[in-house]
């Protein structure tokens, strides 16, 4: 298995609903952050958790993290159709500073 | 707000040809990197520079590749001769701090023929 999975690979909802995303990861991380990228376009950071942090807001975003099982997740509340997009979550391990890329949510909300 | 910025944002090429991919990373940034992305695949780490050397590299970070700062503003990535499966995004991103966030460029799809 690879470091960082998540799922499901796909999720439809409706606007206005919550959207909640997993993701999981083999190896202990510093910090697991969760990116947004819309089709054919670039990564857009949205949160960074450390790994001694269990839970984080921004705006509408909320991040879990759960070291004991090695999991994240990511939940968008009450959202929009401009929230169509593919999520990554993504982890920093030991002293380096690459980023670890999961394979990814693909969003879509519809109206 | 400041960003990355990539250029160009598609290149094509032939095999066996040098490509040169430049990025303008945020300017008080420190820590610089470039990523691939196979289409359908996995985000992929390529290279992170620091103090104007490589701090980390990847397995697919070959005698093939190299990066350069050649001024300071301007990071670069080269590909001395290119194959079919270097075809892919590459983005550049940049950071304030080694393990932190890093902010992408919109990245330069590069295909080779």
């Known amino acids: 298995s690879q470091q960082g999975e998540e799922d499901p690979q796909a999720l439809s909802i409706q606007e206005g609903e919550n959207a909640t995303m997993n993701c999981s990861y083999k190896t202990s991380i510093n910090n697991l952050q969760w990116y947004r990228q819309n089709s054919g376009r670039g990564l857009v950071h949205l949160i960074l958790?450390?790994?001694?942090?269990r839970e984080k807001h921004s705006g509408r975003l909320r991040v879990t993290l759960d070291t004991s099982k090695k999991s994240s997740s990511l939940l968008i509340t009450a959202s929009r159709a401009a929230d169509t997009a593919s999520y990554f979550c993504a982890s920093i391990t030991g002293g380096g500073n690459k980023l670890t890329f999961g394979t990814g949510t693909q969003l879509k909300v519809e109206l | 707000e400041p960003e990355v910025t990539q250029t160009p944002s598609h290149q094509v090429t032939q095999m066996g040809q040098e490509v040169i991919l430049r990025c303008v990373p945020i300017s008080n940034h420190l820590y610089f990197y470039w990523y691939r992305q196979i289409l359908g695949q996995k985000v992929e780490f390529l290279v992170s520079f620091y103090n104007n050397e490589i701090s980390e590299k990847s397995e697919i970070f070959d005698d093939q590749f190299s990066v350069e700062r050649p001024d300071g503003s301007n990071f670069t990535l080269k590909i001395r001769s290119t194959k079919l499966e270097d075809s892919a995004m590459y983005f550049c991103a940049s950071g304030t701090r080694g393990g932190g966030e890093q902010f992408f460029g919109p990245g330069t799809r590069l295909t080779v023929l």
């Open positions: 958790i450390r790994s001694n942090e």
